[in-house]
């Protein structure tokens, strides 16, 4: 199993970016998909999960209105969209791949949120 996150970046407030996250080693379109976060001396958080046909979506309350969680399940491919971004976004940014009893993560993309 696999997870590859890019995208991230530095950005203004009020920016934009969109992160990606390409999987492999698993049957993508079968499984649950999440984005989580990590900012200095807090503990990571879940940002936004989807489900295995992206028919549903969940939030953490911090980020709806502004993120978007999808997935391009012939491109083994999960985004976030993030919009309107703030300096309390600013994070490492984690893919995640609940398979079973094992989480899979990624390796993390930065973003950063400043002027």
């Known amino acids: 199993v696999q997870l590859v996150e890019s995208g991230g970046g530095l950005v203004q407030p009020g920016g934009s970016l969109r992160l990606s996250c390409a999987a492999s080693?698993?049957?993508?379109?079968?499984?649950?998909m999440s984005w989580y976060r990590q900012a200095p001396g807090k503990e990571r958080e879940l940002v936004a999960s989807?489900?295995?046909?992206?028919?549903?979506?969940k939030y953490v309350d911090s980020v709806k209105g502004r993120f978007t969680i999808s997935r391009d399940n012939a491109k083994n491919t999960a985004y976030l969209q993030m919009n309107s971004l703030k300096p309390e976004d600013t994070a490492v940014y984690y893919c995640?791949?609940?398979?079973?009893?094992?989480?899979?993560w990624g390796q993390g993309t930065q973003v950063t949120v400043s002027s």
């Open positions: 995640n791949a609940p398979l079973g009893w094992t989480d899979y």
């Open positions: 080693g698993f049957t993508f379109s079968r499984y649950f």
């Open positions: 989807i489900s295995s046909v992206g028919d549903r979506t």
